[in-house]
């Protein structure tokens, strides 16, 4: 199991090599107030694939930390109700 692990990996990484070598032409982005970046477009393909990542993380750190205060907040209810039921027994 472990080799075809090792395959998928090297398999993937000559696709992505050959991505990048068929995408090296320099390309222009245009932003606001005539500001300009050349670069390669696998460059900037994964700047922005980078950037988007960040922010897809970034956007669920929100949902987790709630998520996390919620399972503490119900262990602590969790123990109390044992040590109620405990106390009672």
Sequence with gaps: ???IGWLLQMLLFIILLGFALKNGQPVTLHYFFGYE??????IALLIFFVVGAVLGILATLGIWFRQRREIARMR???AELKKHLDVHA
Excluded: A, G, K, N
């Excluded at 970046?37 to 696998?42: D, G, H, K, P, Y």
């Design 1 to 3: 199991m472990r080799y």
């Design 37 to 42: 970046w050349q670069s390669t477009l696998v």
């Design 76 to 78: 602590r209810e969790i």
